[in-house]
């Protein structure tokens, strides 16, 4: 599989460029992998009007998501680490009293998981909406053992004392509260939703959003070093397991 990276357009790996003002940073790679983290900004210029929620149309979050610009920081430079290559970082930096870059425009600007596996395996149904459906088309696996199977992204984490759902040790919430996806996932994700928000169905960018834990992942310098060694260790099992995609040297 042959990828087009920001190198073929002068950019240089491992470099930060910003967006005006600096509301936006990306750091170039020269890897398969995207991250980013829209919730972590602490940047409030006057210019823009706080977030209110009859001017999002009526919902609205404005919670800081604290440390996850640090978050990602440790998973690209561990990724690097164990790979030699660089993911491509996309970073908000923009307080999220601002803006929310992970809902549809209006607010951001301003199936049960508990289903049986045959459910998921019987329709391409649920395969065709999910963010990671042109993985899932390569994967040797079902979809429901690609979601939450032995070799998913959920069941790799847990194995590594990082407890994830879903995944065999934990399959769905079963009632709890769980977030299923923000706004940039549907969008610039696989899906088949994402022609509606200007993406491509079935193209090579596919993506999951993950919720992760304050204690234990976020709260400390050793914590999200060591989130980012695992997830750099888990992307690149999943990723070529599922998507024949080696993430060493290209």
């Not at 409030?44 to 440390?67: H, K, L, S």
């Not at 290559?85 to 923009?94: A, I, K, Q, Y």
């Amino acid at each position: 599989m042959s990828l087009r990276t920001p190198l073929d357009e002068g950019f240089v790996a491992g470099q930060v460029y910003h967006g005006r003002n600096g509301y936006v940073s990306y750091v170039a790679g020269n890897a398969p992998v995207i991250l980013t983290a829209r919730h972590g900004g602490d940047v409030a210029p006057g210019t823009i009007p706080d977030r209110t929620a009859g001017a999002c149309g009526g919902a609205m979050t404005t919670v800081t998501d604290r440390n996850t610009r640090e978050l990602v920081e440790a998973m690209r430079q561990h990724f690097h680490a164990r790979f030699g290559t660089w993911p491509h970082v996309v970073v908000s930096n923009l307080a999220r009293t601002k803006l929310d870059p992970n809902r549809p425009l209006l607010e951001a600007a301003c199936g049960s998981v508990e289903a049986a596996a045959a459910a998921l395996d019987a329709t391409t149904a649920f395969e065709d909406t999910a963010s990671t459906r042109s993985v899932s088309r390569a994967s040797p696996l079902g979809f429901s053992a690609l979601l939450r199977g032995s070799r998913s992204l959920g069941t790799l984490y847990a194995e590594r004392a990082l407890p994830a759902v879903p995944g065999t040790q934990d399959p769905g919430p079963r009632g709890a509260p769980y977030f299923s996806g923000g706004d940039d996932t549907r969008r610039h994700a696989c899906g088949a939703e994402s022609p509606a928000y200007g993406g491509l169905v079935s193209g090579l960018v596919c993506g999951v959003q993950i919720e992760s834990h304050f204690s234990g992942v976020r709260d400390t310098p050793a914590s999200w070093t060591r989130f980012g060694d695992v997830t750099a260790e888990v992307l690149g099992i999943y990723l070529a397991e599922h998507w024949g995609l080696r993430l060493g040297p290209m």
